[in-house]
């Protein structure tokens, strides 16, 4: 239970801090401090769920350049196959209401 209130209080602080760099780097400082409270939330938790994978012991699967690896709990990656690039081409911009 306390590693869970330390996570909801990291996420709090880096929800703060993106909300201060989006502000920064947005013309509608609104809005770059909202987008920014999300991004510092989801940076900041997905480190946290990566940290807690990290410690069950199971092997994680990461793609580099095409290429699908995984990566044991020593810390050695091994490859496992190619990847076909999708033939979907997204927008390059989206608007976001």
Do not use: C, W
């Not at 991004?39 to 095409?66: D, F, Q």
């Amino acid at each position: 239970m306390k590693e869970d209130d330390e996570i909801i209080e990291s996420l709090i602080a880096g929800g703060l801090i993106g909300a201060a760099l989006g502000a920064l780097l947005a013309k509608n400082k609104e809005e770059g401090a909202t987008l920014g409270v999300l991004v510092g939330a989801t940076i900041l938790g997905t480190y946290r769920a990566n940290e807690k994978a990290s410690k069950t012991h199971v092997p994680m699967v990461t793609e580099e350049n095409g290429k699908l690896y995984q990566i044991n709990t020593d810390s050695t990656k091994t490859f496992l196959r190619n990847i076909e690039k999708p033939s979907v081409k997204l927008q390059e911009r989206f608007k976001l209401k």
